[in-house]
């Protein structure tokens, strides 16, 4: 869901680029509401994901670090972006030198709230079998690379920002539907 309310939101914005704009970016403006409702929406789904994990796998550090995500969420939620890179239109196109502290808070929950997802997929890939275990590390793996790349070009105002974190989004939040899909639908081990 969370992609999906960005990539369409996304395109209802007036000077909203998603290849260069951050899904964050979208807590700004009249109708930032619905970003802020997203990530509460995602925060909850996720402890409820890190209840099925730690029923399931029998993992309680993995369902933490899933809960830790889910945090990071709702924190992002509840501590948007300054104004920033030209959005929402009719805002200088330079950052601004002087970040208030709720967009510090922000941009220091992305990181954290993304390395325990890391920590996450490494820990539960040893609960896992054959190809989920593999398909676990890859996820790791391949979301540790996106979440140092989307860092990089956001520092950098890369031109690709948006779409960098678009693949990091896809990478982790297909993971997660897809595994909650494999547990639920798994038989029962006796």
């Not at 922000?106 to 954290?112: A, E, F, I």
């Not at 996450?120 to 590390?137: E, I, K, R």
């Not at 948006?162 to 693949?167: P, W």
């Amino acid at each position: 869901m969370f992609p999906a309310v960005i990539l369409i939101e996304g395109a209802r914005r007036p000077g909203y680029d998603p290849i260069y704009h951050t899904g964050s970016e979208l807590e700004l403006g009249e109708r930032g509401w619905i970003q802020r409702a997203n990530f509460f929406a995602t925060g909850i789904g996720m402890f409820a994901f890190a209840v099925g994990v730690a029923r399931t796998l029998d993992s309680a550090l993995g369902a933490v670090l899933l809960a830790l995500f889910g945090v990071g969420m709702i924190i992002s939620g509840v501590f948007g972006p300054d104004p920033v890179r030209g959005y929402p239109p009719g805002t200088d196109a330079q950052d601004s030198a002087e970040l208030s502290w709720q967009a510090k808070v922000h941009n220091v929950t992305g990181p954290v709230m993304f390395l325990a997802l890391f920590v996450g997929c490494l820990t539960l890939a040893g609960h896992l079998q054959g190809g989920w275990q593999l398909y676990t590390a890859l996820t790791a793996a391949a979301g540790l690379g996106l979440t140092v790349w989307t860092g990089l070009a956001f520092q950098k105002d890369a031109a690709i920002t948006g779409l960098v974190q678009c693949g990091l989004l896809l990478v982790y939040l297909s993971w997660i539907a897809v595994l909650g899909i494999h547990l639920v639908t798994r038989p029962p081990q006796l």
